[in-house]
């Protein structure tokens, strides 16, 4: 079995489905991460890859073409009142209501999926809007492609139709259009295969009425199917999945689907410290197990601080049922010095997977987080700053003498002649007044000697 789920695993990476949207307010989610099974009027659970289950409920009537509804949390189905088809509700107590007349008389195959629910009788396919009941499309079903329930993958239907040789059979929900994928011939023949779901690694898982097995057929690989014991043998069975819940981590991402039949699960972990100088590392890890097989535990350190999740730094352990309590021991390490602070990794398996590594989908249990703190010696060792770089002096620029020209001010021009006489009485000479009387007696004397 183990290499087989290995095998989901592998598929699980390329084909992951989205998480579920919340429920309404005050509606607890009654389908998550599994898928319902009704065999005669007893509603069961199943968890992943189909092989724990728990009774919910006994039921007053037989219910077929089973679908969930996320939008009101609830199981639609057709039973048959009176010999009249209605639609009617289950919720998690088993409780059935009726909600009238089905658009579809005697529907005993369904799905749905985006609140459209996909139904069969047979000769005639149909998809109804929920919780409306409103018909959105009709076609017909095409002769042997008469399966005893169908899910949705990929945006087809898939199932198993009954025959001298069973075959796994691919219906297009749109035009009704449907092609044989592969021949399976080691699966029982006669009979039907009642209850069909496919899980989000691919996997058909679908209940055999008469022998009571439930078949495992991979999708991509029929040939490689396998069985479990279910010991559910019906003449009346229908089956319905449940949408996928998360527990998720960043940087790397991870995430792995809740566990839902049974507890898988990480406890509260105080405070991580490690000394510097330490070159070991045990830390015990408060853990849940209540399945009823073993889980694995790997742990990741980024103590040399490379920014990496590496091999080098994984340990796993095996936790049985009804662990408590598992311890991680690294024998040998280096702290780095890079900063105060590093970090642990830590995902609990509940499937063996593939490969263990710090990232990617994991099936069941749980993915942390956590801070480890480094303690330092005391006092802790200083390194200087670096010493700050040597200015480069700048030269004073010299400045360029400038010389200096003086020229020589010319004289100012004359002066405008006087546009009149000075009086007789004064005469400017040489800049000195002399009485104008001189003048006139010197000019006197001359002209009484002639």
């Known amino acids: 079995m183990s290499a087989f789920v290995a095998s989901l695993l592998v598929a699980a990476l390329a084909s992951a489905g989205a998480a579920a949207p919340a429920p309404p307010a005050g509606v607890s989610p009654l389908c998550r991460n599994g898928f319902y099974l009704v065999p005669e009027k007893e509603l069961l659970r199943f968890g992943e890859h189909a092989l724990d289950r728990v009774s919910m409920a006994s039921l007053r009537d037989h219910v077929n073409a089973l679908a969930y509804s996320d939008g009101d949390e609830l199981l639609y189905g057709v039973a048959e009142?009176?010999?009249?088809?209605?639609?009617?509700?289950?919720?998690?107590a088993g409780t059935i209501t009726d909600r009238g007349p089905a658009p579809l008389a005697g529907a005993y195959a369904g799905t749905a999926e985006g609140g459209r629910w996909i139904v069969h009788n047979g000769q005639e396919m149909m998809t109804v809007q929920?919780?409306?009941?409103?018909?959105?499309?009709?076609?017909?079903?095409?002769?042997?492609?008469?399966?005893?329930?169908?899910?949705?993958?990929?945006g087809?239907?898939?199932?198993?139709?009954?025959?001298?040789?069973?075959?796994?059979?691919?219906?297009d929900p749109k035009t009704g259009e449907a092609s044989a994928v592969a021949q399976l011939a080691g699966l029982p023949k006669g009979s039907s295969y009642g209850a069909a779901v496919v899980d989000l690694y691919g996997v058909l898982h679908a209940l055999h009425n008469a022998t009571g097995r439930i078949y495992h057929v991979p999708l991509a690989?029929?040939?490689?199917f396998t069985f479990s014991e279910a010991g559910l043998q019906a003449f009346h069975a229908d089956a319905a999945r449940c949408p996928i819940a998360w527990d998720t981590a960043e940087m790397p991402e991870a995430r792995h689907t809740l566990t839902t039949i049974g507890e898988l699960s990480i406890g509260a972990i105080p405070e991580i410290?490690?000394?510097?100088?330490?070159?070991?590392?045990?830390?015990?890890?408060?853990?849940?197990?209540?399945?009823?097989?073993?889980?694995?535990?790997?742990?990741?350190h980024d103590l040399d601080h490379d920014g990496q999740l590496a091999a080098a730094d994984r340990i796993t352990v095996t936790v049985p049922p009804g662990a408590q309590e598992a311890v991680l021991s690294w024998p040998s390490l280096a702290?780095?010095?890079?900063?105060?602070?590093?970090?642990?990794?830590?995902?609990?398996y509940g499937f063996?997977?593939?490969?263990?590594?710090?990232?990617?989908?994991?099936?069941?249990?749980?993915?942390?987080?956590?801070?480890?703190?480094?303690?330092?010696?005391?006092?802790?060792?200083?390194?200087?700053?670096?010493?700050?770089p040597v200015p480069i002096a700048t030269p004073t620029p010299t400045p360029t003498p400038v010389q200096?020209?003086?020229?020589?001010?010319?004289?100012?021009?004359?002066?405008?002649?006087?546009?009149?006489?000075?009086?007789?009485?004064?005469?400017l000479f040489a800049g000195l007044l002399v009485p104008a009387i001189t003048i006139a007696a010197r000019s006197g004397g001359r002209r009484g000697t002639a």
């Open 273 to 300: 410290t490690i000394a510097a100088e330490a070159t070991a590392l045990t830390l015990k890890i408060p853990v849940r197990n209540t399945t009823s097989r073993d889980a694995l535990l790997a742990g990741w």
């Open 221 to 224: 690989n029929p040939e490689r």
């Open 335 to 348: 702290v780095g010095t890079g900063s105060d602070v590093s970090r642990l990794r830590l995902r609990l």
């Open 130 to 154: 929920l919780p409306t009941l409103a018909v959105v499309s009709r076609a017909s079903l095409p002769a042997g492609a008469d399966v005893g329930d169908w899910d949705l993958y990929g």
């Open 404 to 427: 200096m020209v003086l020229a020589a001010r010319p004289p100012p021009p004359p002066a405008d002649p006087p546009t009149r006489r000075l009086p007789l009485t004064w005469s």
């Open 352 to 388: 063996p997977p593939g490969s263990v590594v710090p990232e990617g989908t994991a099936s069941g249990g749980m993915v942390q987080d956590y801070p480890i703190q480094i303690i330092w010696p005391m006092p802790r060792p200083v390194e200087p700053p670096p010493a700050p």
């Open 81 to 92: 009142t009176a010999g009249v088809s209605h639609v009617v509700t289950l919720d998690g």
């Open 156 to 171: 087809m239907l898939y199932g198993i139709a009954a025959g001298a040789v069973p075959r796994l059979i691919r219906v």
